[in-house]
């Protein structure tokens, strides 16, 4: 039946909706009506005039066509300018991601370069320590 109602869609017909159908509550007969101006009981000659529907693109205007072509040209060059834009974003975070890796080594080794340091101050002060004790006990 679906099939059928859209076939009738198609060349034009339209579902005839009754008053007692408008409602909420279901009506008592079950059937469907659809009407089309060139339909009529006793008037053949009017039926070449029900044509199937022709589509909506051919049916644009040449107006509407330039205008979505004007708005596709523009989506594209938008699209083509965020995309240069995110490449650069990318080379720029890649240079990030490799100064923050140098920066890592470099704390590393300054951490290792301060320890070595605070070894060699403790032993002087320990040595300073023993200096001044021997001298003491002389």
Same mark, same amino acid.
């Given at each position: 039946?679906?099939?059928?109602?859209?076939?009738?869609?198609?060349?034009?017909?339209?579902?005839?909706?009754?008053?007692?159908?408008?409602?909420?509550?279901?009506?008592?007969?079950?059937?469907?009506?659809?009407?089309?101006?060139?339909?009529?009981?006793?008037?053949?000659?009017?039926?070449?005039?029900?044509?199937?529907?022709?589509?909506?693109?051919?049916?644009? #205007?040449?107006?509407?066509?330039?205008?979505?072509?004007?708005?596709?040209? #523009?989506?594209?060059?938008?699209?083509?300018?965020? #995309?240069?834009?995110?490449?650069?974003?990318?080379?720029?975070?890649?240079?990030?991601?490799?100064?923050?890796?140098?920066?890592?080594?470099?704390?590393?080794?300054?951490?290792?370069?301060?320890?070595?340091?605070?070894?060699?101050?403790?032993?002087?002060?320990?040595?300073?320590?023993?200096?001044?004790?021997?001298?003491?006990?002389?």
């Amino acid at each position: 039946m679906a099939s059928f109602v859209r076939q009738l869609n198609m060349y034009g017909f339209r579902k005839v909706v009754h008053i007692e159908q408008g409602g909420l509550v279901k009506p008592e007969r079950d059937d469907t009506e659809f009407q089309h101006p060139c339909f009529l009981r006793g008037q053949e000659q009017l039926l070449e005039n029900i044509k199937r529907k022709v589509t909506s693109v051919s049916t644009l #205007k040449s107006e509407d066509i330039k205008i979505r072509q004007d708005s596709v040209t #523009k989506l594209l060059t938008d699209v083509q300018l965020m #995309k240069g834009k995110q490449e650069c974003m990318d080379s720029k975070l890649l240079a990030m991601k490799h100064e923050n890796e140098a920066l890592w080594r470099e704390v590393a080794s300054l951490r290792q370069k301060h320890a070595q340091q605070q070894k060699v101050v403790n032993k002087l002060i320990q040595f300073l320590i023993s200096l001044v004790q021997s001298n003491r006990i002389l």
